[in-house]
């Protein structure tokens, strides 16, 4: 599991930006059009440009999107088209057949921790229902 602390970017006024840069330490306004339910699950990323997987965990989630904490070794960028998959009932294997297509809207990176990564699903409305 990817554990934040004092200075993570996941944590709600982090201030994502859509230049893949962190503005830790700054307010910013909330960019979110949906209201999020907070939700910590484990999860997967697939990148698929580069077929690599990584470790994430999600942080919320709305109709449309999540906010996930991503390891720093697949940095990602906004508009990279990406797989996900959660683990709503503690499975110890995430299929393929669960993944969702989603495209990458903004990151934000502090070194050495996780980056949080915001995304838009291809076929919104189905996060909401199974959390």
Same mark, same amino acid.
């Given at each position: 599991?990817?554990?934040?602390?004092?200075?993570?970017?996941?944590?709600?006024?982090?201030?994502?930006?859509?230049?893949?840069?962190?503005?830790?330490?700054?307010?910013?306004?909330?960019?979110?059009?949906?209201?999020?339910?907070?939700?910590?699950?484990?999860?997967?990323?697939?990148?698929?440009?580069?077929?690599?997987?990584?470790?994430?965990?999600?942080?919320?989630?709305?109709?449309?999107?999540?906010?996930?904490?991503?390891?720093?070794?697949?940095?990602?960028? $906004? @508009?990279?088209?990406?797989? =996900? *998959? !959660?683990?709503?009932?503690?499975? %110890?294997? &995430?299929?393929?057949?669960?993944?969702?297509?989603?495209?990458?809207?903004?990151?934000?990176?502090? $070194? @050495?921790?996780?980056?949080? =990564? *915001? !995304?838009?699903?291809?076929?919104? %409305?189905? &996060?909401?229902?199974?959390?």
């Amino acid at each position: 599991m990817i554990t934040p602390n004092e200075t993570d970017p996941t944590q709600p006024h982090a201030g994502l930006s859509n230049t893949g840069q962190s503005r830790a330490g700054h307010s910013a306004p909330d960019r979110r059009r949906e209201a999020r339910t907070p939700a910590v699950r484990p999860a997967k990323v697939l990148h698929i440009a580069s077929r690599k997987y990584a470790v994430a965990e999600t942080v919320d989630i709305s109709d449309r999107g999540l906010l996930l904490r991503v390891e720093p070794g697949r940095p990602l960028h $906004p @508009g990279d088209e990406i797989k =996900v *998959a !959660i683990a709503w009932q503690r499975e %110890g294997v &995430l299929s393929a057949d669960s993944m969702q297509r989603a495209r990458v809207v903004r990151v934000a990176r502090v $070194p @050495g921790q996780a980056q949080a =990564v *915001a !995304i838009e699903l291809v076929h919104s %409305g189905a &996060l909401a229902r199974v959390a």
